[in-house]
């Protein structure tokens, strides 16, 4: 017989597993459970759970503290990685090896983003050394008579060929100027060697409602000018705003009537490193003309007369050069022309001529532009000048440096060769009447 102690203890042992099911935190003996004629199955991760605290080490009870806070590093990693590239964690990598976020050895970008230091293209002077581009522009407006001349030019100029992006801007043309173009850009893009072709090359189409005609007359009347200097202003401006590029360092401006012009003529504007420079600009004529003539005035030095008479006039008034209306006493580039003279001599000048113009691309990027409206009594090219003086960049003209205009024969050159066909006509006949007449006394005298 068991002491009283020992059996109080076995039944207590006994109303525990009944009360709580067997899982009162007493483990049963297979002899004690079949006893009782109940089967009970312990399974490992039940019996697991049930062990003493002191059994499970101290990572097994902190397991869950630590995933949470190793989440939260690499979280906080990951977002100071996007908005700080230079915490970006490639350089602890062994060699070989990157994150898929953060490629080794190149600057994470969004696929869709583009980054430009603009310091980087403020235009040298000697820019072809260092690859800085150019933005060339030609405003057409039926001009198809020219366009061959002028993509010869393009083909014999100098500078890499593919530093130089193209702009046109095609407006209120009535003849094939568009076709022609597209024609004449696809074989300057397709040819054989792979120097010749261009880099982005832009055509754009905007009609400004322009009227004037394109012939000498109309194009160089006096009534015309304002109006027409306002249109052309427009159409510069626009097709400036729609083809420049973070990337360009110059933008040079060409007419596309231009004869003769040097093949290196990028390199040597781009050598004067100022902000803003022109030729000279002259054009042929037949002899009997003289040979020669000046053909842009509108490059020139101010003067106290013209700013005297920019006082009178009311505040849409646009002055012209180059008309009796308009007597300014200016001293023009083309009127200083030596044919012997030093081509890199320089002339500070505040307004510009339209036909060769070469800029940096910041004077533009800082605003200033062509006025489609009267900026200190001027307008176009000519009020782009002022306007880059009044900005303190530097415009400057090369009055011994000299491109040659087309000749188109204006009205009065035209009566003029009408009156000496004439004569010439009239001086025929009266020496062959004198050769008859001759002929005649001859035969009378035998």
């Given at each position: 017989?068991?002491?009283?102690?020992?059996?109080?203890?076995?039944?207590?042992?006994?109303?525990?597993?009944?009360?709580?099911?067997?899982?009162?935190?007493?483990?049963?003996?297979?002899?004690?459970?079949?006893?009782?004629?109940?089967?009970?199955?312990?399974?490992?991760?039940?019996?697991?759970?049930?062990?003493?605290?002191s059994s499970r080490?101290?990572?097994?009870?902190?397991?869950?503290?630590?995933?949470?806070?190793?989440?939260?590093?690499?979280?906080?990693?990951?977002?100071?990685?996007?908005?700080?590239?230079?915490?970006?964690?490639?350089?602890?990598?062994?060699?070989?090896?990157?994150?898929?976020?953060?490629?080794?050895?190149?600057?994470w970008q969004i696929e869709t983003v583009r980054y430009y230091d603009l310091s980087n293209v403020g235009g040298t002077s000697r820019g072809w050394e260092r690859e800085e581009r150019i933005l060339l522009c030609a405003p057409l407006r039926d001009a198809a008579a020219h366009l061959p001349l002028f993509f010869s030019h393009l083909r014999n100029l100098t500078y890499p060929h593919h530093l130089i992006d193209l702009a046109f801007l095609v407006g209120d043309s009535k003849d094939n100027t568009l076709p022609l173009l597209s024609d004449l850009l696809s074989d300057l893009q397709t040819h054989e060697n792979p120097r010749e072709a261009?880099?982005?090359?832009?055509?754009?189409?905007?009609?400004?409602g322009q009227k004037v005609n394109q012939d000498v007359e109309s194009r160089h009347g006096f009534a015309a000018q304002a109006s027409r200097r306002k249109s052309m202003a427009q159409a510069r401006n626009w097709l400036l705003s729609a083809a420049l590029r973070p990337t360009h360092s110059w933008v040079y401006w060409r007419d596309v009537d231009v004869e003769t012009a040097p093949f290196t003529i990028l390199e040597d504007l781009m050598r004067h490193n100022k902000d803003v420079i022109v030729p000279?600009?002259?054009?042929?004529?037949?002899?009997?003309?003289?040979?020669?003539?000046?053909?842009?005035?509108?490059s020139w030095q101010e003067s106290e007369t013209a700013l005297a008479l920019a006082d009178t006039l009311d505040?849409?008034?646009?002055?012209?050069?180059?008309?009796?209306?308009?007597?300014?006493?200016?001293?023009?580039?083309?009127?200083?022309?030596?044919?012997?003279?030093?081509?890199?001599?320089?002339?500070?000048?505040?307004?510009?001529?339209?036909?060769?113009?070469?800029?940096?691309?910041?004077?533009?990027?800082?605003?200033?532009?062509?006025p489609a409206f009267s900026f200190e009594k001027h307008a176009e090219t000519e009020g782009f000048g002022k306007m880059a003086k009044r900005m303190k960049y530097s415009v400057i003209g090369l009055p011994h440096y000299t491109i040659w205009h087309m000749y188109e024969p204006s009205v009065d050159d035209i009566r003029h060769m009408e009156e000496m066909e004439q004569e010439r006509q009239a001086r025929e006949k009266e020496e062959a009447r004198r050769g008859r007449e001759k002929r005649e006394s001859s035969s009378n005298s035998i």
């Open positions: 017989m068991l002491p009283l102690h020992a059996a109080d203890r076995d039944k207590m042992s006994s109303r525990h597993v009944y009360t709580n099911g067997g899982g009162g935190g007493y483990p049963m003996s297979p002899t004690f459970v079949e006893s009782r004629g109940r089967s009970f199955n312990i399974k490992p991760d039940k019996y697991e759970k049930y062990q003493p605290r080490s101290t990572f097994q009870r902190n397991r869950g503290l630590f995933l949470r806070v190793g989440g939260a590093l690499t979280l906080l990693l990951l977002i100071l990685g996007f908005i700080f590239p230079s915490l970006r964690p490639t350089a602890l990598l062994p060699a070989g090896l990157t994150l898929s976020l953060f490629p080794q050895g190149e600057e261009f880099g982005e090359i832009s055509v754009i189409e905007k009609d400004f000279n600009v002259w054009r042929p004529l037949p002899d009997w003309l003289g040979g020669e003539q000046p053909y842009d005035l509108n505040e849409d008034a646009v002055i012209v050069e180059g008309y009796a209306e308009y007597a300014t006493w200016r001293p023009h580039l083309a009127y200083l022309r030596d044919p012997y003279g030093d081509p890199d001599m320089e002339m500070e000048i505040d307004g510009v001529g339209g036909v060769s113009i070469l800029a940096k691309a910041r004077v533009f990027r800082a605003g200033v532009h062509f």
